[in-house]
């Protein structure tokens, strides 16, 4: 199976559920919040140039490229979220999230972009929730 397709496969087996939440800002904008609960996130430990070629362009590392370093993944415990966008998360939770999600994060980065050139209150939001120990 190509590593693509596990990353596919891996995704199906480790969510649990989709919620969709909605909240009004004080600014008038209607926030849409959409949570992936997984039931397992990966985390361990990769080796740097393993990392980079799944990430490619998309890893938000900001340090050197120094191959063979192992990058350490965060234990998310229970009820966490992983906050995707934060520059210095680079790991193999990051890299299962780029693999998996990337396509839909890139939605909805356009889709709100749209709505913000259009004055349209809406923005969208997309969270990744560990529900394991």
């Known amino acids: 199976m190509s590593s ?11 969510v ?12 008038g904008i209607t926030n849409i919040q959409f949570t992936v609960h997984h039931n397992y996130l990966p985390s361990g430990n990769i080796l740097t140039e393993v ?3 799944k990430c490619g362009t998309y890893c938000k590392k900001k340090d050197g490229n120094e191959k063979n370093f192992i990058v350490t993944g965060k234990n998310l415990g229970i009820g966490s979220c992983y906050n995707y966008f934060e520059p210095t998360n680079c790991d193999i939770t990051c890299a299962f999230i780029n693999e998996s999600y990337r396509s839909f994060f890139e939605e909805i980065i356009f889709i709100n972009k749209y709505f913000s050139e259009r004055k349209i209150p809406v923005q969208f939001d997309l969270n990744m929730k560990s529900e394991c120990g």
């Open 4 to 14: 693509t397709s596990v990353f596919h496969w891996v995704k199906h087996l480790s």
């Open 16 to 27: 649990d559920k989709l919620t969709i939440e909605h909240r009004e800002s004080e600014e």
């Open 51 to 53: 990392l980079e070629d």
